[in-house]
């Protein structure tokens, strides 16, 4: 993509023409609001703000910088680029360094610009004073990020003025709170009965009776460039209120009346000139000659503007102007009824004029516009940049399917980033099979162009892409075979492409279950695509490298990459900005959902039921969540946190609708793998046992091997519910073998509580206690506590027998959390403090019956001592006497 360029002419303050118009009220009424770090101008268009916020800035005492924004200017780079061109115009020695960050390789972040802005505005004794004039342009998210920043940590002597149609998303009740803001709107600027009378009498030399300017007024409801209008047609009327009648306050009709009425009483030549000039945004004379074949374009341009067709001046010396936005439309709208011939010409020499002088973006537009194709065509090469993160996606997916199907189609490089450009705006899409049928077409024919041609790099991107799209379908073996044949022909050293491949590469490792590959992979798309700059392989490697700590049973160090991959898309707006944009113009956030949704899993496990219900709603506020079947917290965390106390939805109405949103074979397989685990929760094993003989009975096909895990447990706790713990312990022993060999503590954890369920059914009391202080001894680190509290109470007499021999004091303080958590909610609040393992074996000698004494003596340890702890034990257990604290602990599963 060619290097940014900014027009000095949006710098500069316009003209203004003092008989123009005199509002001496709202001047000094906008002096009077300088303490305020930011003044906004917000009305709808043709209420003077622009002329108020020029006049105001001539009176000035101290230089006053000035932006014209453009709709370029909604790209961040160009933004800032643009602003501090604007201000360089007053403040030469301003923002040296920023223009050289912003012209390297790889962009700096936009809030590290704006913080050394700051810096630099703060070393300023005088006023600094910023307008930045159609404010309503700017959409982008980022931008307004750092105007937020500028405002709220700006000096006091900066002072920021915007002219906006409408309010921005900026946090205007906050700084109205807090005294940060100043505002004029339509009630200020509109002008009343004395400033519209005077001004018809300037502009018309018309004097209207009262009852005509009221009705006038009450037409135009005060907007300026109505009540221009209306001036300009009352000129030479006799009667004015002939005129009245056709006017109207509503924006349409104003763009009917200037094709009806205003150009009809201009010059031949100059009608005729400024509709074709009508195509262009920004009018220049060697522009307009070029596009018009008018040599006098000059003076065609000054004659328009001294007749206030509503023609602005960019520059003092009036050699670049722009139409009104509203007149410009109406005299498209004629052009296109009138001279429709003519259009396909004036856009095509407009195209090849703005090309000459490299305004790409424009003369893209104007190309595609006059259907000069493959002109069109070569200048989109030109613009996509080599590094493509820099590409505008959702304006290159626009112009490339603005192209001929079958100009796209007949060039490699077209066709791949037609496709490329499908993939990253439709990422939410991409199962869908229409969609994907289009991108896999383009891609093939992308291919072959390039075999034909030896380009083996564009074979491996070709490779890439049809890795992501076959991951996406639900297809994980062709999603892997893909990232293997790219890897097999990118270089090694490449920095563009080889992390996408590998990203998919540790995709396909953590289907499978290797962990240890997926951690080598992941770790080197990330290291790659952070050099490199591309935000969805930086967001996909660090939510991979967290799945693989997740499984190994590592929580604390599974959320960290987990919030990285978040901290990624807060750290790096401007890329999202470029590379994660759908076609609808939305940001897309799949990638932060999936950290989110993880996070969630994260809480849950460690029994933050809150915190995992609050992450989750977050994540699906987003917009709906397709869970990537791969991720270990599937749909069951979903059903999990339905089945807690408080939740706002049914876990039978969350699966309702999972079932009839599932699409790809493997969705509809999580669906009914979560069906029959909640059927059998609720004790209908009918349905599960239909379920896993339509399990045993299919093909097994290919499956992630999370989902495979948890098939197989919900057999075996299906076996147990059936009385045939004995074959529940044949399948977990052959689970746990398995989990061992992965590495997957995640599996091994669940494996562990199910052989202690399963033993303790056969009567194996020693060999139930050894699977549990097993699965104990692996949770506790991590504080996964959920695992034992979800099966209820049948872990709790194990837990309670358990606890006294513990002798590692935070595996007490754990399995101890452990009851208290799973005792009924009447006695939580006796059991906010627990028993010390010396306490234990006091209470257990005090079940058996021992004095005092005997109790000193056993444990060697003074008889003060001893009566310490049977103190201790009766207020822990908030009773009077041993015989009341026996029957206590008893209940409590103590004893």
């Not at 923002?95 to 300023?124: C, D, H, K, M, V």
Request: glycine letters at 4%.
């Amino acid at each position: 993509m060619s290097d940014l360029t900014i027009p000095i002419t949006k710098c500069l303050v316009p003209p203004v023409r003092t008989h123009y118009l005199d509002r001496t009220r709202l001047l000094d009424h906008m002096l009077a609001l300088g303490p305020y770090p930011l003044v906004l101008l917000s009305a709808t268009a043709g209420f003077g703000k622009t002329t108020l916020l020029a006049s105001w800035a001539r009176l000035q005492q101290s230089p006053v910088a000035w932006l014209q924004l453009d709709a370029l200017d909604n790209d961040p780079a160009r933004f800032w680029l643009s602003l501090l061109t604007a201000m360089r115009v007053c403040w030469p020695y301003l923002g040296e360094s920023l223009l050289a960050q912003l012209n390297a390789l790889q962009p700096p972040l936009l809030l590290s610009l704006a913080t050394t802005l700051i810096n630099e505005i703060a070393q300023e004794k005088q006023n600094i004073m910023l307008v930045l004039d159609d404010y309503h342009i700017v959409e982008n998210p980022l931008i307004q990020q750092v105007i937020t920043f500028l405002v709220e940590h700006a000096p006091s002597h900066f002072h920021l003025l915007l002219a906006s149609r409408v309010d921005p998303d900026l946090p205007l009740a906050r700084w109205r709170f807090r005294g940060l803001l100043g505002e004029l709107r339509t009630s200020e600027l509109r002008l009343n009965a004395v400033e519209a009378a005077h001004y018809v009498q300037r502009v018309a030399g018309q004097v209207l009776s009262e009852e005509t300017l009221n009705r006038l007024l009450e037409r135009t409801e005060g907007w300026i460039a109505g009540m221009q209008l209306a001036a300009l047609s009352l000129r030479g009327q006799a009667d004015p209120t002939s005129v009245l009648p056709s006017l109207s306050g509503k924006q349409r009709f104003l763009l009917d009346y200037v094709q009806d009425e205003i150009l009809a009483q201009q010059a031949p030549e100059v009608r005729h000139f400024l509709l074709r000039a009508s195509i262009l945004e920004r009018l220049q004379a060697d522009l307009c000659q070029a596009v018009l074949s008018e040599p006098n374009s000059q003076m065609l341009l000054e004659q328009a503007e001294r007749s206030n067709l509503f023609l602005v001046a960019l520059d003092e010396d009036r050699q670049w102007f722009r139409f009104h936005t509203l007149f410009r439309e109406a005299l498209l709208a004629l052009l296109c009824e009138q001279e429709p011939e003519t259009l396909p010409g004036l856009h095509q020499r407009a195209g090849i004029w703005l090309a000459e002088h490299e305004q790409l973006h424009e003369a893209i537009n104007h190309l595609l516009t006059a259907q000069d194709y493959p002109t069109a065509a070569q200048l989109i090469r030109r613009f996509i940049s080599p590094q493509h993160w820099r590409n505008e996606y959702r304006t290159l997916l626009t112009w490339l399917e603005w192209l001929p199907r079958e100009e796209v189609l007949a060039h490699p490089d077209l066709s791949f980033w037609w496709a490329f450009s499908l993939i990253l705006t439709s990422l939410h899409r991409l199962s869908d099979p229409g969609l994907s049928v289009t991108i896999l077409a383009a891609l093939q024919q992308a291919e072959e162009g390039f075999r034909a041609a030896g380009n083996v790099y564009g074979v491996g991107q070709v490779h890439t892409m049809r890795m992501i799209v076959s991951a996406n379908q639900g297809d994980f073996s062709t999603s892997i075979e893909e990232a293997r044949l790219a890897l097999d022909v990118l270089p090694a050293h490449d920095r563009q492409w080889r992390y996408r491949a590998l990203a998919g590469a540790a995709l396909g490792s953590v289907f499978h279950g290797d962990l240890r590959a997926a951690y080598e992979q992941a770790q080197e798309a990330l290291t790659l695509s952070t050099a490199a700059r591309w935000l969805p392989s930086m967001q996909d490697a660090a939510v991979y490298l967290g799945e693989v700590y997740l499984r190994r049973g590592e929580l604390g160090q599974a959320a960290s990459y987990f919030r990285q991959s978040q901290a990624f898309a807060e750290e790096y707006l401007h890329l999202s900005q470029l590379q994660l944009v759908q076609a609808s113009g939305l940001r897309l956030n799949h990638y932060d959902r999936m950290a989110l949704y993880c996070l969630a899993a994260i809480a849950y496990a460690r029994n933050e039921i809150d915190e995992a219900r609050s992450t989750m709603q977050n994540a699906l506020k987003q917009g709906p969540m397709v869970f990537f079947p791969t991720l270990t917290p599937g749909f069951l965390l979903q059903l999990r946190l339905a089945l807690t106390p408080g939740s706002p939805v049914s876990a039978r109405t969350l699966l309702q609708q999972h079932v009839t949103d599932a699409k790809l074979p493997l969705e509809r397989r999580e669906a009914n793998l979560a069906e029959a685990w909640l059927a059998l929760k609720q004790g209908n094993l009918a349905h599960t046992q239909r379920w896993a003989a339509q399990l045993l009975a299919g093909s097994d096909g290919d499956y992630p091997y999370i989902r495979r895990c948890e098939e197989q447990l919900l057999l075996a706790r299906l076996c147990l519910a059936e009385g045939r713990a004995d074959e529940a312990l044949a399948q977990l022993s052959i689970l746990q073998a398995d989990g061992e060999a992965h590495e997957h503590v995640t599996v091994l954890l669940e494996t562990l509580v199910l052989t202690t369920l399963a033993h303790q059914a056969l009567g194996a009391s020693n060999l139930a206690q050894g699977s549990l202080r097993e699965a104990l001894t692996r949770a506790q680190p991590e504080e996964n506590l959920r695992l034992f509290l979800d099966e209820g109470d049948a872990l709790v007499p194990l837990l309670a027998a358990l606890l006294p021999d513990l002798q590692d004091q935070p595996l007490h303080d754990f399995v101890a959390r452990l009851l208290s958590a799973a005792m009924p909610a009447q006695t939580s609040s006796d059991l906010l403090e627990t028993l010390t393992p010396q306490e234990t074996r006091v209470l257990h000698l005090l079940a058996a019956g021992f004095s005092n004494q005997q109790i000193a003596e056993e444990l060697v340890i003074t008889l003060v001592t001893a009566k310490k702890h049977v103190s201790n034990i009766l207020g822990k257990l908030n009773v009077s006497s041993r015989t009341q604290a026996l029957a206590q602990a008893r209940k409590r599963g103590l004893l």
